[in-house]
């Protein structure tokens, strides 16, 4: 349950979350940016999907990349649904009952965290998809500046996700460490 009010709210527990007398524009304001990456991973995509490659080096409509780029359209979809009616739900709830509804915790919790979770989750995946749909393209290709640029990118990738993950674990530790000096 720590974990994901971390991934939900940025805090190990739902201790502070109320404290934001804009607690519902914030809200909304997450479900709102998710659904917009998640149109712009949708409408990507989907070209992909629809197109097949203009040049010959790079082909991104043999089986494995189309079917990455396939799921990756399927994801973002996801996305916007959750994200979308995630965000109609908050714009039509009373933050007071909700706040009541939580304090003892149990299932309206977990359906509160995971109305808040699900769509990054489908948009991670979904951008995941993507890119390895493109990697492996890029380096099936027969040109060798294609996979040169390819591996290049994948470094970057690389970095950049293990940098993410570094920071995503400190913040988590630190997160519980100063939940413990409260208690």
């Known amino acids: ?20 007398p804009t607690q519902r524009p914030s809200r909304t304001g997450a479900d709102a940016d998710m659904l917009s990456k998640a149109s712009v991973l949708l409408a990507i995509s989907g070209v992909f999907v629809s197109t097949a490659s203009l040049v010959s080096y790079f082909d ?9 780029l396939f799921i990756s359209l399927m994801l973002a ?3 916007m649904l959750t994200s979308g009616s995630s ?11 909700t ?12 359906s509160y965290l995971l109305s808040i979770v699900t769509p990054i989750f489908f948009v991670v995946w979904s951008l ?15 040109d060798m500046i294609c996979r040169a640029v ?3 990118w ?14 995503g674990i400190w913040k988590y530790a630190t997160s519980l460490n100063h939940a413990g000096r409260r208690q």
């Open 77 to 79: 979809m996801l996305a």
């Open 128 to 142: 995941n998809c993507f890119i390895f749909a493109m990697l492996i393209a890029g380096f099936s290709s027969r």
């Open 154 to 167: 994948m470094v970057i990738y690389v970095v950049n996700v293990g940098t993410m993950l570094m920071e």
């Open 1 to 20: 349950m720590r974990v994901l009010c971390f991934l939900a709210l940025g805090r190990p527990n739902l201790e502070d979350h109320w404290n934001y």
């Open 87 to 97: 965000m109609i739900r908050w714009l039509h709830t009373d933050q007071h009952w």
């Open 150 to 152: 390819t591996a290049i």
């Open 60 to 68: 991104y409509t043999s089986p494995v990349p189309y079917c990455l």
């Open 99 to 110: 706040q009541e509804q939580l304090r003892p915790g149990g299932y309206f919790v977990l």
